[in-house]
């Protein structure tokens, strides 16, 4: 297999170091928009199994190129999701496999945004679902931890646990701290705005809803000794994934933001500052979420100063394999300590970063097949999760005791 990384930045330069370990792959093409950065994300591994170009991610005939060039037959989608749909029809075109982490992005409903979705994440790649069938290709998608292995564990617990699901309730936590700074994203802080401040997607009784930002607060305790987080809704693709292959009467995310970060996002909306938008300032143009994204750390360069646990995993609830009520929490915790003492990566990026190159694993070996536009959910969870265990990287259970009768 050869592979064209596309994005060198916090995901991307982590993904570098754990594909290195690994013998799956003939070659890595690592590309760019800075030669620099993906010179950096090569040189740190020395490996010859890896190469560095410079590649604009918007320009679809440049991505074509190198795909032709480079005879890659996967382009991974490692940058933020507006550049998700040239990659993933460069792809297409080039007749390659294709593999992201965050899926097209949504638009608000025009006039009901709170009460109803308009286009919704992944739409607009599911729509060419059967273009991508028609060459015999697979296109991936949401292949991260969250989503990804979150939509993983949701198919193990289907198959494995549980002969109904009532609901299954992606919760994402963490008691990471970074020394030194006021305010310091521990991930890309352009992804983070566009998911926290669109309209939370709901499933329930067979429809997706929408809801406000941050709405339906709760207090989720996190394993791992992270302990109790207040967690809110947020727009998320396992909400748009789990149903179309699981069935559920209830899907939902919620990720454990904390107080001073929502209320940072929402001044960020109050002043415009998160529009994708550019505006004129003086004589040049440019975003203002672009400004403040670049105004802020690169949350790759922060792991020298975090500490703590981050924990992604799947709540289930519903009826066991055995006919009784059942509730339980399917997670993976990474420490950022030893994240930077094994990878040199910190612990969100580098848990954002394994997953995908697992599943590439298993596509390269023929384990994990298919044509189309498919999910995580489409795949046997087993031979992932097994590997994962391989790759030094292992996931738990945790089960709520049953009350007696």
Not at 352 to 375: C, R, S
Request: proline share 7%.
């Amino acid at each position: 297999m050869r592979i064209l990384l596309v994005g060198a930045g916090g995901v991307g330069s982590a993904v570098v170091p754990i594909a290195a370990r690994r013998h799956f792959f003939e070659h890595i093409v690592v590309a760019d928009s800075q030669q620099s950065r993906a010179a950096r994300a090569v040189a740190a591994v020395d490996d010859p199994r890896f190469t560095a170009i410079t590649l604009d991610a918007s320009d679809r005939a440049q991505v074509v190129a190198a795909l032709r060039e480079h005879r890659c037959d996967v382009l991974f989608n490692a940058v933020d999701p507006r550049f998700t749909m040239p990659l993933f029809e460069a792809a297409l075109e080039a007749g390659a496999h294709y593999l992201d982490m965050a899926m097209s992005l949504s638009k608000p409903h025009p006039s009901r945004p709170y009460l109803e979705p308009g286009v919704k994440l992944g739409d607009e790649q599911f729509a060419r679902d059967g273009e991508w069938r028609a060459k015999g290709r697979l296109a991936l998608v949401g292949m991260g931890v969250e989503p990804g292995l979150a939509d993983v564990f949701a198919r193990y617990a289907a198959d494995h646990l549980f002969s109904r699901i009532d609901e299954v309730g992606v919760r994402d936590g963490s008691n990471l701290v970074v020394e030194g700074y006021d305010f310091a994203p521990t991930f890309s802080i352009w992804t983070t705005i566009e998911e926290c401040l669109n309209p939370p997607v709901v499933w329930e009784d067979g429809r997706w809803r929408t809801t406000e930002p941050f709405s339906e607060p709760e207090v989720f305790d996190f394993p791992a000794g992270i302990g109790p987080v207040e967690c809110v809704n947020v727009e998320h693709e396992e909400v748009l994934l789990v149903p179309r292959w699981i069935p559920a009467r209830r899907v939902t995310f919620k990720y454990g933001l904390g107080e001073e970060f929502i209320g940072v996002l929402k001044t960020l909306h109050k002043l415009g500052l998160d529009s994708a938008d550019k505006i004129r300032v003086g004589g040049a143009e440019v975003a203002p979420r672009d400004l403040v994204a670049a105004s802020l750390p690169d949350p790759a360069t922060l792991g020298d100063r975090m500490h703590g646990k981050t924990c992604a995993g799947t709540w289930v609830k519903g009826v066991g394999k055995d006919g009784r009520p059942r509730e339980l929490y399917l997670y993976h915790v990474v420490d950022n300590a030893w994240s930077m003492r094994e990878y040199g990566a910190q612990a969100v990026v580098w848990q954002t970063a394994i997953h995908p190159v697992v599943a590439l694993e298993l596509v390269a070996n023929g384990v994990w097949k298919g044509a189309g536009v498919l999910g995580p959910e489409a795949f046997d969870a087993v031979p992932f999760l097994d590997l994962l265990h391989e790759y030094g990287s292992p996931w738990d259970i945790r089960e709520t005791p049953r009350q007696a009768a």
